[in-house]
C-alpha cells in the first residue's frame, strides 16, 4: 500500500493535440451556398460571417469522416508522440495513463463512448506498425477506465476538471497517474430549426494529456459552476440542434458570469490575494469568434467597476456610451436572474417555452445589451482585449468553425502558440481562467497557471491544422455533402455503399485527406476502417 502524504501536488496539462476534419470550406464559398445564387444575399451572408461571426474558414467530415475519425487521429498523434519524445516517455513511466475522459455531444452510439471506437481504430494500426513500441502504452489504455461526458460545449471542460481530480487526488494518496481527456465534435444545422446557424458549423478535436508536475499548464482545484434550465439549444429527438440564438447569447453571459464571480468570491475567502486583477487571460467557449467579445465586454463593464471605477465614470460619461442602465440592481447577472426568478412568481401561468421569449424579449436585458455593444466601440475596449490576449486565442477557431467540446480547447492551444511567438525567448508564466458552456445550461470556471517553456510548447503541443488545397470544397460540393450530414452520422455512416470512394467522387481526387476514415458502418457496431497518408490509402485490420 503506498504511503498516503496527503500534501497538494501540482497537476494539469502536459501535451495538447488539436485535429480537424479533412475538407474545408473557406467563408466565401459557404456565402456562396447560403447565398443561393443571389448576388445580395451572397454578399450580405459574407459580411455576417466574416464581419460579424468573424469566422474565415470552417472544417467539415466528408462522406468517410464522423467525430470517431478525428479523435483517432488525435490519439495516434499523442501515442506516437508520448512513445518517441525522451521527456514524454520518461513522464509516462512515472504516471502512467489509468483513465480516459470523453467530453462530446457527437457521439453516434448511444450505449458506449465513441472513443471506444477510435481506440480500437488506433491501436490496430500501431500493433500492426510496430507491437513492440506501443503495446506498452495501450496496455495501459486497456487497463482505464474509459467515460464519455455530455452536456452540449462544456462536456470536454468538465471532463478535464474531473481528470485533473481524480489525479491530483491519487497523487496526494501517493498513487503517480495520469489521464487522457479528449473534447471533440461536429456541429451541423439545419435552417429551419436553428436560423442563420449554418454560418457557425465547424468540428474539430481537442486531446489533452493530465498529469502531476505538468509541462504545459498547471489546473487549479478552486472550479466553481453555475447553472440554470434554459432550452436555448436541444437535441431531443434529433442529431442536428434546435437553436434560440439570441436568447442564447444572454444565457451565455449569465451562466458563465456568474460562475466567473462565484470564482473570484472563492478565490478570495480561500485567502488568496488575488482577484481581477491578477487574471492575465481569459478564454471562453467559442461557437463562432465573435461571442468571445461579447463575454469580453461584460467582463470589461465587471472589470472597471472592480478595478478602476474612476475609468469607468469617465467612460459611461461620455454622449455616446452613456450611464450602465441598471435599476434596482448593481450587475448584468443579478438584472438577468432576477427576471428569471419572476417568471411565474408575478400572479402569472406561463408555460415552460415561454421563458425564451421572457428572457430575449425584455426591455431591461436588451438595454443593457445594446449599452455593452456601445461599450464595446471605446478604444479603453479594445487595449482590455489585447491585455487578455483575445486575439491570439481566436486564430485557430476562426479557421476551424464551432467544434462544441473543441472550441474552449482550440481557443487555448491558439492562444499557448501565438502569443509564446510574441514572448520569443521569455517563456509563458501567465494565470488565467478556462470558462467553458454548455446550453441548456451550464457554465464551468477552472483557474489555470500557464508553466510552459518556449521549448515545451514546441515540443509539447501539435496542432495538425493545416488545410490541404486538394481537399477544399465549392457550394455545389458543401450542398451534396450537407443535405447528407443532416441524417445525422449514425444513420449516414449505416451503409453498403464504400463511403471512402464516395469522398473520391465528391473531391475529383484520387485519394483523401490525411488520417483515418469508415468505409462504412453495420447495424451491429462493427466497422471498416482505413488510414489514408494523404496519397494511399491502407486498410485498418483489426489486432487486439
Known amino acids: 500500500m503506498a504511503t498516503r502524504n496527503m500534501s497538494y501536488v501540482p497537476v494539469g496539462i502536459s501535451e495538447i493535440v488539436v485535429t480537424t476534419p479533412g475538407l474545408h470550406m473557406r467563408a466565401e ?45 488525435a490519439l495516434d498523434i499523442f501515442l506516437r508522440q508520448v512513445t518517441s519524445d525522451q521527456e514524454s516517455r520518461e513522464l509516462l513511466a512515472q504516471c502512467p495513463i489509468r483513465s480516459v475522459y470523453s467530453g462530446t455531444e457527437s457521439a453516434i452510439d448511444k450505449s458506449r463512448p465513441d472513443v471506444m471506437i477510435s481506440r480500437g481504430i488506433v491501436e490496430s494500426r500501431l500493433l500492426e506498425e510496430n507491437p513492440v513500441l506501443f503495446s506498452p502504452v495501450l496496455k495501459q489504455i486497456r487497463h482505464s477506465r474509459i467515460t464519455e461526458e455530455k452536456f452540449a460545449c462544456v462536456g470536454g471542460l468538465l471532463a478535464l476538471d474531473d481528470a485533473a481530480t481524480r489525479v491530483s487526488r491519487n497523487a496526494m494518496l501517493g498513487y503517480n497517474e495520469s489521464s487522457i481527456v479528449i473534447a471533440a465534435d461536429t456541429s451541423i444545422y439545419e435552417d429551419k430549426k436553428a436560423p442563420g446557424a449554418e454560418a457557425t458549423q465547424g468540428g474539430a478535436a481537442a486531446l489533452m494529456w493530465v498529469t502531476p508536475r505538468p509541462l504545459l499548464a498547471e ?48 478565490l478570495r475567502s480561500d485567502g488568496h490575494d488575488h482577484g481581477v486583477k491578477g487574471i492575465e487571460f481569459v478564454l471562453c467557449h467559442v461557437p463562432f469568434p465573435a461571442q468571445a467579445e461579447y463575454l469580453a465586454g461584460f467582463q470589461f463593464a465587471h472589470y472597471l467597476k472592480t478595478a478602476d471605477p474612476e475609468l469607468f465614470e469617465r467612460i459611461t460619461n461620455r454622449e455616446n456610451i452613456g450611464r450602465e442602465p441598471l435599476t434596482g440592481t448593481r450587475k448584468l ?85 501565438n502569443y509564446s511567438a510574441k514572448l520569443k525567448d521569455r ?36 496542432a495538425n491544422i493545416e488545410p490541404d488545397p486538394r481537399f477544399e470544397i465549392d457550394a455545389k460540393q458543401y450542398a451534396e455533402l450537407h443535405a447528407v450530414h443532416l441524417r445525422g452520422d449514425a444513420q449516414r455512416l ?13 473531391l475529383r481526387c484520387d485519394s483523401v485527406s490525411r488520417g483515418y476514415h469508415v468505409v462504412n458502418i453495420n447495424t451491429d457496431g462493427t466497422g471498416i476502417y482505413v488510414y489514408s497518408n494523404g496519397t494511399d490509402v491502407k486498410p485498418v485490420v483489426r489486432r487486439y
Open 29 to 73: 464559398k459557404l456565402a456562396e451556398a447560403l447565398g443561393g445564387g443571389d448576388a445580395e444575399k451572397t454578399a450580405k451572408k459574407l459580411g455576417t460571417i466574416k464581419n460579424g461571426l468573424k469566422v474565415d474558414m470552417f472544417r467539415l467530415p466528408g462522406y468517410s469522416e464522423a467525430n470517431f475519425t478525428f479523435v483517432a487521429d
Open 219 to 266: 489546473l487549479h482545484p478552486e472550479s466553481t459552476a453555475h447553472n440554470v434550465t434554459f432550452s436555448d439549444f436541444t437535441k431531443v429527438g434529433c442529431d442536428t440542434p434546435k437553436v434560440h440564438g439570441k436568447p442564447s447569447e444572454k444565457i451565455f453571459v449569465y451562466d458563465v458570469g456568474s460562475a466567473a464571480e462565484d470564482l473570484e468570491h472563492r
Open 333 to 417: 447577472t443579478q438584472l438577468i436572474g432576477n427576471k428569471l426568478k419572476s417568471f411565474n412568481t408575478d400572479g402569472a401561468q406561463r408555460l415552460e417555452r415561454e421563458i425564451i421569449d421572457y428572457v430575449g424579449n425584455d426591455p431591461s436585458i436588451n438595454a443593457y445589451w445594446d449599452w455593452l455593444k456601445k461599450l464595446r466601440t471605446t478604444p479603453e475596449f479594445e487595449a482590455y482585449k489585447k491585455s487578455l490576449h483575445i486575439n491570439e486565442a481566436l486564430e485557430i477557431p476562426k479557421t476551424t468553425g464551432n467544434s462544441y467540446t473543441g472550441a474552449l480547447f482550440t481557443s487555448f492551444t491558439s492562444y499557448l502558440l
Open 427 to 462: 517563456n509563458l508564466q501567465q494565470r488565467g481562467v478556462l470558462l467553458g458552456y454548455g446550453s441548456g445550461s451550464e457554465a464551468l470556471a477552472v483557474p489555470v497557471t500557464i508553466v510552459a517553456t518556449q521549448e515545451a510548447i514546441k515540443r509539447h503541443i501539435h
Open 494 to 506: 449505416i451503409t453498403e455503399e464504400n463511403l471512402v470512394d464516395r469522398d473520391r467522387a465528391l
